[in-house]
């Protein structure tokens, strides 16, 4: 903990050295003018947040909190992209997927889950109006017609319960009123790229209004297949979404009704085989991101619906009665070929590529059944004196079926593979938190929050034909598989009884300067893996994840300025760990590591350099720690020598001739998918001109340290730093009411590997390339 204390001082010291030069540079200015005009100069606004579950000013919330406005919502999604154009775009955050649009995994202070199963878990909470979206495909709604995105970093366990170790992510759809307004939007850009978007609403009677809103993207196929296969390009997409909403507000009495529902029709995730040069992590010479040769099919479709009401009843005296009622469903299926070639090496030259596919893997996954129910009752006091409160009971069920297939790619796409599963989890919490204003400038908060929950999952189907645990050759069913387990039981029901608490201190050193800090904790819920064909059931333990932070936020410059800074420290008993692939067949490995650390440093900085050009930077250090010696994992896969790893694996190993394969100890690596550095930084300049028209430029950047793909480390699958921005111009008129502009993202055009698969080949995944396009918005 030596190091952990000295954080702070270097945060504070990070604060202080951002602080200074933009007081100086605001006193010079202020000298300079000859007469200040204070009356139009222009300002931050206050900025309103619900990360303690009641509406409160972001700069008295002790917590570490970023949000994303309408503006830059509708800026960095431009280019049709889905929820990952947020990772980086707030400190600490980073976003990435292997399965394209539908199965976001978030990571907030590099911690989160690699693990790519449908009935996974994450330690990243996404909730969408008020109500949590478990399942991972849920997380992938699209953004549009949002009012706010809200990033609560560290510990949420008290108020947003289980499953938010480390964070949560809220989104805010734009609420109905009594006035008529609302908008649409149309973009076109490269690869017949379509983005459509728009929204209504208005009052229908003196208490009741409405909205609704949809969203429309396509894009064209973009990478063409080479090879004579099922699919003769790659990365296109349809997807559509719409939500309709009903407001009713009467005497001591609200009720928000949403209902809103998605589609996606598309390609799935592009694995692209042999694109790492091997010893190395750049791609290959004459790489071409246009390109692939596979003979797998391609592709990804989903469904997803839900429905929530959102309850509010003024009891008097400065009490509220909450309920939160929600519905969510989804279906899905997403197909892809996963060596990223074609052909494999037993046959004739010439018949498999590019370079070396020890064998072919083609496999699909898909939810076919699924049902999410919530309830949540809260009751909240603003009496308005020292002493205020809430106190709730949260419910949660879900039950749902995941079938995951294996094809053939050398005979046609046939069918080699089946299972299905079904999982069911079961929870309810009380919980509770207490605001104390203990002096005019001290406030003291604590939280509170008991939970129970049991998962139950059960193999209900399965067979392939001939490949593990069977003998080749053979029919492998459902009681092979039994049999092949210790005890004969292919299910699986874990309960975990859980405690959680924060607590936290608000200190008022002036009118515009407050310090904060928290002491918090989460955990996230037990993990089922079911038994398949490279593993045995397993059953990861509950973690637990207890946080310490302390930081400043301060509004400078007369409002012109505002700074945002904080340290943390953060551990995690029994981390769940997920080996993904390598030399155990393309299996997810559950297990727990004793412990895992992090540290680090965040800032938030805006500021009116001049009225007319608005500067924002966001920066985070992460440094992350797995802390287990006797931790090993299988590395990557053997290459056609039995006894050398298909990749560089720069940890301490040992090869086990018994499994044939290599174990890499993971003692001291960081966090998978955990970059050390972010930064982000936008840049808006607008010239007024005449009857309320304006001419702007709004540039954006974001870069991202490198990343472990896996839990080992190795040369070749560890991701390169990225650095990606965006350019903006556009002219608005009529006071803002129509905007044209023409767009680029990732107007560099770097192309890194995002993400890889080690099991077979140096297959990787890469960003998207550069997109060019026009938008136009009217709003009314």
């Known amino acids: 903990m030596t190091l952990a204390r000295k954080l702070p001082r270097h945060a504070l010291a990070v604060a202080i050295a951002l602080m200074l030069p933009a007081q100086a540079a605001l006193a010079q200015d202020a000298q300079a003018a000859p007469e200040p005009q204070t ?22 919330v002790p917590v570490s909190v970023t949000t994303v406005n309408q503006e830059q919502l509708d800026v960095f999604g431009s280019g049709g992209t889905d929820v990952r154009f947020l990772s980086g775009r707030v400190p600490s955050l980073n976003i990435e997927s292997s399965f394209g649009r539908a199965f976001p995994r978030f990571y907030i202070r590099g911690y989160g889950n690699t693990d790519f199963r449908l009935n996974t878990s994450q330690p990243v909470s996404l909730v969408y109006d ?12 699209p953004v549009f017609d949002l009012d706010r995105v809200e990033v609560l970093r560290g510990p949420q366990g008290s108020l947003f319960g289980r499953n938010s170790p480390a964070g949560v992510v809220k989104f805010e759809s734009v609420r109905p009123s009594q006035e008529f307004g609302g908008y649409g939007k149309v973009g076109v850009g490269s690869d017949n790229m379509w983005n459509l978007e728009g929204a209504v609403g208005g009052g229908l009677t003196e208490n009741w209004s409405a909205r609704a809103s949809a969203l429309f993207q396509r894009r064209d196929n973009w990478v063409d297949n080479t090879y004579p296969g099922p699919n003769d390009g790659f990365e296109g997409y349809d997807e559509s979404a719409g939500r309709v909403q009903f407001l009713y507000e009467g005497d001591g009495f609200e009720a928000l009704l949403n209902a809103h529902a998605r589609h996606l029709n598309g390609t799935a995730r592009l694995f692209r085989a042999n694109i790492i040069k091997p010893g190395t992590n750049d791609l290959v010479d004459g790489f071409n991101e246009d390109q692939v040769s596979l003979d797998g099919l391609n592709h990804s479709e989903l469904d997803s619906q839900g429905a929530n009401a959102r309850l509010s009843w003024e009891l008097g005296n400065g009490y509220t009665l909450y309920s939160i009622t929600g519905y969510e469903s989804v279906e899905t299926y997403s197909r892809g070929d996963i060596d990223g070639g074609f052909g494999a090496a037993f046959l004739p030259p010439g018949m498999s590529g590019p370079g070396v596919i020890p064998f072919a893997s083609e496999t699909a996954d898909g939810i076919p059944e699924h049902s999410q ?74 939280g509170a929050r008991y939970t129970w929950d049991e998962k139950e999952l059960n193999v209900e189907e399965y067979w392939n034909t001939g490949f593990a645990p069977c003998v080749l050759g053979g029919l492998c069913t459902i009681e092979d598989l039994a049999a092949a387990e210790p005890d004969g ?30 002491v918090a904790t989460g955990y996230r819920g037990s993990s089922i893996q079911s038994a398949g064909a490279f593993n045995t059931k397993s059953v990861a333990s509950p973690e637990t994840s207890t946080s310490y932070e302390m930081g400043v936020k301060a509004d400078l410059w007369d409002n012109r300025a505002r700074i945002n800074a904080g340290v943390f420290y953060y551990e995690v008993e029994d981390q769940q760990l997920t080996a993904v692939g390598g030399a155990t067949g393309n299996a997810n490995i559950l297990l727990n590591a004793d412990e895992s650390v992090g540290k680090g440093i965040e800032v938030d900085f805006q500021a009116y350099l001049t ?41 301490p190993t040992v090869f086990d001739p018994v499994s044939g394969t290599f174990r890499a100890n993971i003692d001291g690596n960081s966090l998978p998918q955990a970059p050390e550095w972010t930064h982000n930084l936008t840049l808006r300049w607008g010239l007024p001109m005449d009857n309320g028209a304006e001419f702007y430029v709004f540039t954006d950047w974001v870069y991202r340290d ?20 965006g350019l903006r111009v556009g002219y608005m008129w009529d006071s803002g009411r129509y905007d044209l502009a023409l767009y680029g993202r990732n107007i560099t055009d770097e192309v890194q590997v995002v993400g890889a698969i080690d099991f077979n080949n140096l297959t990787g995944m890469i960003n998207e390339p550069r997109l060019v396009g026009v938008e136009f918005k009217a709003n009314f």
């Open 130 to 141: 008020d109500v949590v979206q478990e399942n991972p495909i849920l997380k992938g709604f």
């Open 611 to 651: 009225d007319n050009l608005l500067f924002t930077l966001g920066s985070s250090y992460n440094k992350t720690e797995i802390k287990d010696s006797g931790l090993t994992v299988a590395t990557c896969a053997n290459s056609i020598d039995p006894t050398r790893p298909n990749c560089t694996v720069t940890d």
């Open 373 to 446: 129910w919530t309830q949540e009752f809260r009751i909240e006091s603003d009496t308005g004196t020292a002493w205020n409160w809430q106190a709730g009971f949260f419910y949660f069920k879900e039950d749902y079926d995941v079938e995951s297939f294996s094809y053939d790619s050398l005979n046609g796409g046939a069918q080699d593979g089946y299972q299905r599963i079904n999982q069911t989890n079961d929870s309810w919490a009380l919980f509770g938190a207490v605001t104390w204003q203990a002096t005019d400038k001290l406030e003291l908060r604590a």
């Open 489 to 518: 039981d292919l299910s699986a029901s874990p309960e975990d009884k859980k405690f959680s608490w924060d607590l936290s201190a608000t200190y008022e050193i002036n009118d515009d300067v407050n310090v904060y800090g928290r």
């Open 706 to 725: 490198e990343v472990n793909f896996f839990l080992y480390e190795s040369e070749e699958f560890t991701g390169k730093s990225l650095v990606e921005g």
């Open 39 to 60: 009356d139009t100069a222009a300002t931050l606004d206050a900025v309103q947040v619900t990360a303690q579950r009641r509406v409160e000013n972001l700069q008295d």
